[in-house]
């Protein structure tokens, strides 16, 4: 055991030695590499260095104004003063910091976190959240302060997706807003009622419920008006009924009929489509807009289409799909593929055996007949022209 020790320290010795040894030739020049030891070289996508040491275990990038050291997976610190931004990992995801001008965020495993900085109206407002427990923001504007104490009482701004979420001895009562649609919970999710512009809705879940939706008007970017569809939804013993009727007032109402899982339904002026049983089964689809019809028995194992779609393919057989600009083929799925792809002037090939083990890839540009080929075989050989 002694001997052994001594070799031990032996060689650890001389790793260290030679490691100071190169990190001295290392800092004498500018590119330098002793494997996975030391290596520093220059970066190829912008002006800059990166140093690694040790393989994965450090490494430290300068590119341009931002500076960046890691030792993975402990901690890692990126700074661009140009910017003003700093992002700081330890045991990434268990400890993060990150700011950004003003505006920054600490989080510990997503459940304790601090937050602050300026809204788009330049409002100062800071946040601490223990997630799902207690929310708090404060700000010098009343209206963006809250706090709330779950599942007790509170009110929250902004956050999961809605405007707001006011709520009491949740769930027994919360109001959820989102832009102009207020939701009332009662028992949450079986009672809700629900209010908006030109939209009044109920339900009873998942016994029965119905919403309806009236055509409106909006302004959109070129300051015109445009018309926003309506709707009529309706379901029962949910999810097993659906009746809807969708973008009412709109050049293409799509009404949706639904009895899951024996059958499911769309019709509208631009497209027809019926499938039964739902979700794999027999399936009919006549596209007008698109121009082409189609037919699977089971969908989407056997699909047969034409128009200006075609496509036969009994999955996984054989497919044979393809349309004005693009082509897509297999045979004994995924023993070989063929896909092609055209947007004038250039013009994509490539065939691949077995996914990625062959793969023969040709890029054309038609009006400059410039070609890029590239042949893969992996890992054993590459080619490239």
Known sequence: PRDLFDQIMYIVRRAIFFCFIGFHLATARADWSMGPLYDKFSLTLAPGERTE?????????????????????LFSRTVDPEVESEEMDFLYPILTYDRYGAEYRFQILQWIAFAGGKNQDEDIQKRFTLFPIFFDQSSPVPELNYNALFPIYGTIKNRLFRDEIHFVLFPLYSETRKRDIVTDNYLFP??????????????????????HKGVTTRTNRLDEAEIVGGHEKFFALWPVFFKNTMGIGTENPDKQLSVLPLFNSSHSPQRDWWM??????????????????????????IIFARGEKKVDRVWPFFSRASNTNSQSDFYCWPIYKYNRFTSPPLERERTRILFFLYSDTKEKNLEAREVMHRVDFWPFYTFRH
């Open 276 to 301: 039964s049983p739902w979700p794999i089964g027999l399936s009919l689809t006549k596209d007008r807009k698109k121009n082409y019809r189609e037919v699977g028995a089971p969908w989407p194992f």
């Open 53 to 73: 040491i040790l393989g994965p275990l450090y490494y430290s990038e300068q590119k341009e104004s931002q500076s960046q050291f890691a030792f993975p997976p």
């Open 190 to 211: 079986i009672f809700h009622l629900r209010h908006g512009n030109a939209l009044r809705g109920w339900q009873v879940w998942p016994l029965v419920g119905a919403e």
